[in-house]
C-alpha cells in the first residue's frame, strides 16, 4: 500500500519558469515530509524539509507547500534551472514506527 | 572523500547465492540508513541503525536479509539464498543524529542483479 503517492513520472519545464512537483499522502499521522534530488547513478540527496506543523518553508529558489486537509504537498523552483533536471522523491516520516516512506519520484527536466 | 561509500558498487550473482554489501558512512555520523530501489519503485526504507542498535527490523523484506553494525561506522546488508526479485540499487544513508528532519547523506548505492 503506497502511502506516499507522486502520480507525475515525469514533467517538463521551460527554463526560467516555475516547477510544481506534487505529492498526495494518505497518512494523517505523518510528522515530517522531505525533498530529495536524484542524479542519475548517484544516491539522493536531501533538498528540503517541513514540519506537519507548518504549511510553507522556503530555502532560496526551493519552496515546499503543505496542505494537510488535502494531504498534498508540493514543491515549487521559481527560476527553474536546466540543472534542477533530475528526480524528485517526496519522503513522509512518522514518530510512530520510526519509518520514512518515499513517493516513486517525479523525473523533471528543465528545458534551456 | 569525505562522503558516504559504498561496496561493491555493482554485483552479479547467481540465484542462491549469498551476498554482502557494506556501508561506510560519514565519520561522526551516529545514524545509519538502508534503503532499496527497485526498478519503477519508490525508495524502499530497510532499517536504519543509531549507533549500533536497529530498533526497528520490521522494514526488511524477509529473514534472509539482515544487518548489523559494528564499532558505530561500518554496517553489512547480508542478503542469504539470493531471489531474483532482490535485484534492485541498495542504498546506505548516513546523519548524524537520528532525527526525522535531520539531512541523510546517501552513497551511490549497489547495483545487485541476481541471475
Known amino acids: 500500500d503506497q502511502q506516499v503517492k507522486q502520480n507525475s513520472p515525469s514533467l517538463s519545464v521551460q527554463e526560467g519558469r516555475i516547477s510544481i512537483l506534487n505529492c498526495d499522502y494518505t497518512?494523517?499521522?505523518?510528522?515530517?515530509f522531505l525533498w530529495y534530488k536524484k542524479y542519475p547513478a548517484e544516491g539522493p540527496t536531501f533538498l528540503i524539509s517541513i514540519s506537519s506543523i507548518k504549511d510553507k518553508n522556503e530555502d532560496g529558489r526551493f519552496t515546499v507547500f503543505l496542505n494537510k486537509s488535502a494531504k498534498h504537498l508540493s514543491l515549487h523552483i521559481v527560476p527553474s534551472q536546466p540543472g534542477d533536471s533530475a528526480v524528485y522523491f517526496c519522503a513522509a516520516y512518522t514518530n510512530t514506527g520510526n519509518q520514512f516512506y518515499f513517493g516513486t519520484g517525479t523525473s523533471l527536466t528543465v528545458i534551456p | 572523500g569525505a562522503g558516504v561509500s559504498q561496496s561493491p558498487s555493482n554485483k552479479v550473482t547467481e540465484k542462491g547465492k549469498d551476498v554482502e554489501l557494506r556501508c561506510d558512512p560519514i565519520?561522526?555520523?551516529?545514524?545509519l540508513y538502508w534503503y532499496r530501489q527497485s526498478l519503477g519503485q519508490g525508495l524502499e526504507f530497510l532499517i536504519y541503525?543509531?549507533?549500533?542498535?536497529?530498533?526497528?527490523k520490521s522494514g526488511l523484506p524477509s529473514d534472509r536479509f539482515s544487518a548489523e553494525r559494528t564499532g558505530g561506522s561500518v554496517s553489512t546488508l547480508t542478503i542469504q539464498r539470493t531471489q531474483q526479485e532482490d535485484s534492485a540499487v541498495y542504498l546506505c544513508?548516513?546523519?548524524?543524529?537520528?532525527?526525522?528532519?535531520?539531512?541523510?547523506?546517501f552513497g551511490d548505492g549497489t547495483r545487485l542483479s541476481i541471475l
Open positions: 497518512n494523517s499521522m505523518f510528522d515530517y
Open positions: 565519520s561522526g555520523h551516529t545514524a
Open positions: 541503525f543509531q549507533g549500533n542498535s536497529a530498533p526497528d
Open positions: 544513508a548516513s546523519s548524524l543524529y537520528w532525527d526525522s528532519n535531520q539531512p541523510q547523506h
